[in-house]
């Protein structure tokens, strides 16, 4: 009696199992071949509720990678930590986009470490934004031989839409191309991206943004950009570009005192643009009136600076992927950048770089004009 009563909630509580498992598929659309598995494992994971909680809205389709082409591009040899910050700008952008990609496409992101490179690659992404990797398995081998490889992204700076790889089934899709250096990639995703970052720390002797404090940051970009092929940047363009901003910002933020962060890779060209400039040591003791500061700090704590601090950003060489992310992570998306339609950047002029894929249409596009004043394009 009791046995057969027992037998009975079985049948009924597999059935139950079953036809939740039909009608999560419809909803979802899960693949085939994952439809086993998540019977599987509804029968053998604790409570059925447990797993409800835990399925993501768009369980993935399987797994989506890339080739990480910057470090082969540009080796990982040198020392040089100004080198190494646009590295790291250039693996956030592939990383961020993959991990875009992946959700449109609602497949898992995923790495697969090819050689040693791959590992400082993925180390120097998370010392900034370290909940970014929590979202990828990482696969300690190279691309399985059955991947299905997909070239999209052929030039830097040009959205190539990821919506026409959607049909794909295989379980590893592996794309190789290349940077992935626009917002459309992931910019509906931005709440999250910068949940990625890591969390606050004392950034002493820089200033903080508060109800006090409006703090504009300006990334400058010089040494290895001076090359004539990019273009770096110019005091006669940013030294009106920030009395404009500030003029600007000021009108909208009353009282507060109007600081200003310099970071980039020339710290002696930085500390003499302007007259009392701080250069931030953690042994500096800061005097009350400095407006001015130099930042000492690691690119990473630059990033993460910029995402709790910067209440607004200026652009100075506009082609640089680290003034880009120091802008993207910005604390308020309120940022300014040189219009590189007016300057000689030679990825620009080859085509490479699309200016409505690469600058986020929220932010503000400034130039100087022919009289020399800073105009709004
Ligand atoms: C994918 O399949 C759907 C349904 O068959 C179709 O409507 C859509 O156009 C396909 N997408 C591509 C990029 O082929
Ligand atoms: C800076 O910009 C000014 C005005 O556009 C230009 O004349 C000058 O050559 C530039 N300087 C450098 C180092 O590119
Ligand atoms: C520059 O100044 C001249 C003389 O004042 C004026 O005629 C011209 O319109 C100005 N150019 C711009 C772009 O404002």
Redesign the pocket.
């Known amino acids: 009696m009791l046995h057969g009563k027992l037998v009975q909630v079985i049948v009924l509580l597999l059935l139950v199992l079953f036809l939740l498992n039909d009608q999560l598929e419809g909803r979802y659309q899960w693949g085939r071949r994952f439809r086993t598995n998540r019977i599987i494992s509804f029968l053998t994971e604790k409570t059925s509720s447990d797993i409800m909680h835990s399925t993501p809205k768009h369980p993935p389709k399987g797994y989506l990678s890339s080739k990480l082409a910057s470090s082969a591009r540009l080796g990982w040899k040198s020392k040089s930590s100004k080198k190494h910050e646009r590295i790291t700008a250039n693996h956030i952008f592939e990383l961020v986009s993959i991990y875009g990609i992946s959700k449109t496409l609602h497949r898992k992101p995923a790495i697969f470490i090819e050689d040693s490179k791959y590992h400082s690659l993925v180390n120097g992404v998370r010392k900034v934004m370290p909940g970014l990797l929590n979202e990828f398995q990482i696969f300690d081998r190279p691309v399985f031989p059955e991947a299905k490889n997909e070239l999209i992204s052929q030039k830097c700076c040009v959205f190539d839409n990821p919506s026409k790889l959607e049909n794909i089934t295989s379980k590893y899709l592996h794309l190789t191309g290349h940077f992935y250096q626009s917002w459309r990639y992931f910019d509906q995703h931005l709440s999250e991206i910068k949940s990625f970052v890591k969390p606050l720390l004392d950034f002493s002797p820089l200033p903080e943004s508060d109800e006090n404090n409006f703090i504009t940051c300006i990334h400058i970009r010089r040494t290895d950009f001076v090359d004539g092929q990019h273009h770096s940047s110019?005091v006669?363009?940013f030294k009106p570009a920030l009395e404009f901003i500030q003029s600007r910002e000021r009108e909208r933020n009353g009282r507060k005192n109007m600081l200003t962060v310099l970071m980039g890779d020339d710290p002696n060209f930085e500390a003499n643009i302007y007259e009392n400039t701080v250069i931030a040591d953690k042994r500096t003791e800061i005097k009350n009136a400095a407006e001015y500061f130099v930042s000492k700090n690691s690119p990473d704590n630059d990033l993460a600076f910029s995402r709790y601090h910067c209440d607004t950003v200026l652009i100075t060489a506009p082609s640089s992927t680290f003034g880009w992310w120091l802008g993207y992570l910005s604390k308020r998306q309120n940022v300014y950048y040189q219009d590189i339609r007016s300057t000689n950047d030679v990825n620009y002029k080859k085509g490479e770089l699309n200016p409505d894929d690469f600058f986020v249409p929220r932010w503000t596009s400034i130039k100087?004009d022919e009289n020399g004043t800073i105009v709004v394009v």
């Open positions: 110019n006669t363009f100087l």
